[in-house]
């Protein structure tokens, strides 16, 4: 199957700096990519679209200027927690749809924010 | 109401078991609809797809899509301690707009 990579797998960070995550599609190219934050427990909730070559698209109730999106290339969107606090920490998992349906979404491992 | 329901568990069954999965939906719309299975700390791994109504089986997994009653199901047979996980269900229409449900922990017992 396709391979979705993440970058750092984990990352602790203090309370006021920032973070960026990378998101890589590894053996096919991608002109759109999610983010998703998940809490324990909980289940998957879609951030924003990451659009190669124009801007993100957030959904509802996230901060665009804190949740900065930039899909540099076909194969790497990245995603920057800005000034984080200690509610940010989560489980961030970016993914990748394939095909020409789009339903084949494949999944990076996630990236297990901690910020002190 | 939600758009996508599916029980949280958590289901716990002995190894061999079959076992049953399934989730409701509100929005008639959707086409395609999917399964995944989550490990604790990792990301989604997709399992299955189905584009609208019927079966599809794939080794020991088996899906079925009832568009009439809005229900999916993913069936597990001779379950194994390999298969502990969450288990997602996902639809979507046009592969845009995708929509997950809670997702159901699922433990099996050796």
């Known amino acids: 199957g396709a391979v979705v990579s993440q970058h750092p797998s984990w990352v602790i960070c203090k309370s006021g700096t920032s973070v960026k995550i990378e998101c890589r599609s590894l053996?096919?190219?991608?002109?759109?990519m999610f983010w998703y934050r998940q809490f324990p427990k909980q289940s998957l909730m879609l951030m924003a679209t990451s659009n190669e070559g124009s801007k993100a698209t957030y959904e509802q109730g996230v901060e665009k200027d804190k949740f900065l999106i930039n899909h540099a290339s076909l194969t790497l969107s990245t995603l920057t927690v800005t000034s984080a606090h200690p509610e940010d920490s989560s489980f961030y998992i970016c993914s990748a749809p394939r095909g020409t349906a789009g339903y084949e979404q494949y999944f990076g491992p996630g990236t297990r924010l901690t910020v002190t | 109401q939600k758009e996508v329901e599916q029980d949280p568990g958590p289901l716990s069954v002995p190894e061999g078991a079959i076992v049953s999965l399934n989730c409701t939906y509100s929005?008639?719309?959707?086409?395609?609809f999917m399964w995944y299975r989550q490990y604790s700390r990792k990301g989604p791994e997709l399992l299955m797809y189905t584009y609208s109504s019927g079966n599809k089986e794939d080794g020991r997994f088996t899906a079925q899509v009832d568009k009439s009653s809005k229900y999916i199901s993913l069936f597990i047979r001779d379950s194994q301690p390999s298969d502990s996980a969450t288990y997602l269900c996902?639809?979507?229409?046009?592969?845009?707009?995708?929509?997950f449900g809670p997702g159901t922990r699922l433990s099996v017992l050796p």
């Open positions: 053996d096919f190219q991608a002109t759109t």
């Open positions: 996902a639809m979507s229409f046009y592969g845009q707009n995708f929509v």
């Open positions: 929005n008639s719309a959707f086409q395609y």
